[in-house]
């Protein structure tokens, strides 16, 4: 037979897998899009503007691709894995020959279609790598050292050259995500105790290496009156936007601090600021609880799907999306440093959507194709 039921060329086959989508995650992420599009808009002070236009643009674009993945048997991304990894690490590489330069940071690459960050798909592209991995060896094998140099390996090479771009923000994500995963592997404990105090002991070192700017940061977060017209002018104004919100907000497209344009940086790290302005306490608690449900229905999709593979991908995934979005919420409300990490989604920028889209349509195909085997 040329085609079976589980093919995707017959009208059944289409059918069954969109009835076997997560609805609930799939009109959570809509709704957190055409948010995000009236927040942009919003910070174009209530026109559309060539950021605002792109956003909804962009969003409309990877909503489409991340519905076509869905539909993808996740046992491709599975097979593919390593090359996609590896695809990341020579657009990497390719940005160091060949990037574009910005304030100080060769972060982007030129396809003349658009604009790429690639370091903003090997958030992605780590937990691909580490999901496949693992799939492939024993959990009695996972705390072998020659087990262990692999992903070591794989962490590091991208972490550092990331970090040098210089992007510590995503470096340190990029980190996290790798790291989540191997201890959702299985790794012991004892091991991350042991390179947690390494870490510790090298920090000194690292810390010289730092930017000025990075290094400012770090002073501003701990005392951010030290240069309240300088490193601490962000987090003092975002602040004051949040606190001017009270419980009710001060209404769509009326939020002082963001019109007046105090608040820097308003539609790309500082998109909450903007919002909470807007919406006050309870419209950013239901945006935290959107989030919320966002990430409890990754890891239920973890649950109920049969492979290892899709297993540590959801997990990976939901663990990291929910990092992504607390540092960036800690980072505003001054509880971290400035580190320049969107927020999923809301945040404008094309390359950090198309991450998001791209993890969550891999989520989404192992929940259409949860009862399948991962050879």
């Given at each position: 037979?040329l085609y079976?039921?589980?093919?995707?060329?017959?009208?059944?086959?289409?059918?069954?897998?969109?009835?076997?989508?997560?609805?609930?995650?799939?009109?959570?992420?809509?709704?957190?899009?055409?948010?995000?599009?009236?927040?942009q808009?919003?910070?174009s002070?209530?026109?559309?503007?060539?950021?605002?236009?792109?956003?909804a643009?962009?969003?409309?674009?990877?909503?489409?691709?991340?519905?076509?993945?869905?539909?993808i048997?996740?046992?491709?991304?599975?097979?593919?894995?390593?090359?996609?990894?590896?695809?990341?690490?020579?657009?990497?590489?390719a940005?160091?020959?060949?990037?574009?330069?910005?304030?100080?940071?060769?972060?982007w690459?030129?396809?003349?279609?658009?604009?790429?960050?690639?370091?903003?798909?090997?958030?992605?592209?780590?937990?691909?790598?580490l999901?496949?991995?693992?799939?492939?060896?024993?959990s009695?094998?996972?705390?072998?050292?020659?087990?262990?140099?692999?992903?070591?390996?794989?962490?590091?090479?991208?972490?550092?050259?990331?970090?040098?771009?210089?992007?510590?923000?995503?470096?340190?994500?990029?980190?996290?995500s790798?790291?989540?995963?191997?201890?959702?592997a299985?790794?012991?404990?004892?091991?991350?105790?042991?390179?947690?105090?390494?870490?510790?002991?090298?920090?000194?070192?690292?810390?010289?290496?730092?930017?000025?700017?990075?290094?400012?940061?770090?002073?501003?977060?701990?005392?951010?009156?030290?240069?309240?017209?300088?490193a601490?002018y962000?987090?003092?104004?975002?602040?004051?936007a949040?606190?001017?919100?009270?419980?009710?907000?001060?209404?769509?497209?009326?939020?002082?601090?963001?019109?007046?344009?105090?608040?820097?940086?308003?539609?790309?790290?500082f998109?909450?600021?903007?919002?909470?302005?807007?919406?006050?306490?309870?419209?950013?608690?239901?945006?935290?609880?959107?989030?919320?449900?966002?990430?409890?229905?990754?890891?239920?999709?973890?649950?109920?799907?049969?492979?290892?593979?899709?297993?540590?991908?959801?997990?990976?995934?939901?663990?990291?999306?929910?990092?992504?979005?607390?540092?960036?919420?800690?980072?505003?409300?001054?509880?971290?440093?400035?580190?320049?990490?969107?927020?999923?989604?809301?945040?404008?920028?094309?390359?950090?959507?198309?991450?998001?889209?791209?993890?969550?349509?891999?989520?989404m195909?192992?929940?259409?194709?949860?009862?399948?085997?991962?050879?």
């Open positions: 037979m079976s039921r589980n093919s995707l060329h017959t009208p059944f086959a289409v059918r069954d897998k969109l009835f076997n989508l997560d609805f609930i995650l799939f009109f959570s992420v809509l709704l957190l899009g055409i948010i995000s599009i009236f927040a808009y919003s910070s002070g209530g026109q559309w503007e060539s950021h605002s236009i792109n956003h643009i962009r969003f409309l674009i990877f909503f489409s691709f991340f519905i076509l993945i869905s539909f048997n996740v046992t491709l991304w599975n097979r593919f894995s390593f090359l996609i990894f590896i695809s990341i690490i020579l657009l990497l590489l940005v160091k020959f060949f990037g574009l330069q910005s304030q100080g940071s060769r972060r690459i030129n396809l003349f279609v658009f604009v790429l960050q690639p370091s903003e798909l090997m958030k992605i592209g780590i937990i691909l790598f999901a496949n991995y693992y799939h492939r060896i024993s009695g094998d996972v705390n072998k050292l020659k087990y262990l140099l692999v992903p070591v390996v794989a962490i590091f090479i991208p972490f550092t050259m990331v970090v040098t771009q210089p992007d510590l923000g995503t470096a340190l994500l990029i980190l996290f790798g790291i989540v995963v191997t201890w959702l299985g790794v012991r404990w004892k091991i991350f105790a042991y390179l947690s105090l390494l870490a510790l002991v090298l920090a000194p070192i690292a810390i010289s290496f730092l930017k000025p700017y990075q290094k400012s940061r770090i002073l501003s977060f701990l005392n951010p009156d030290l240069d309240p017209l300088g601490g962000q987090i003092i104004q975002s602040k004051i949040i606190g001017s919100g009270g419980l009710f907000g001060k209404g769509f497209l009326n939020g002082s601090q963001a019109y007046l344009d105090f608040l820097p940086e308003k539609h790309t790290d998109i909450f600021t903007l919002y909470a302005e807007e919406f006050g306490f309870f419209g950013s608690i239901f945006m935290i609880l959107l989030y919320f449900l966002i990430t409890y229905r990754i890891v239920h999709i973890g649950n109920i799907t049969r492979s290892i593979f899709g297993k540590l991908f959801c997990y990976g995934f939901s663990t990291a999306f929910f990092i992504y979005v607390t540092v960036n919420m800690s980072m505003v409300l001054g509880l971290l440093p400035i580190v320049g990490a969107p927020l999923p989604i809301l945040s404008y920028g094309g390359s950090s959507m198309l991450a998001i889209m791209f993890g969550l349509g891999i989520v195909s192992c929940n259409v194709y949860k009862n399948n085997t991962v050879s």
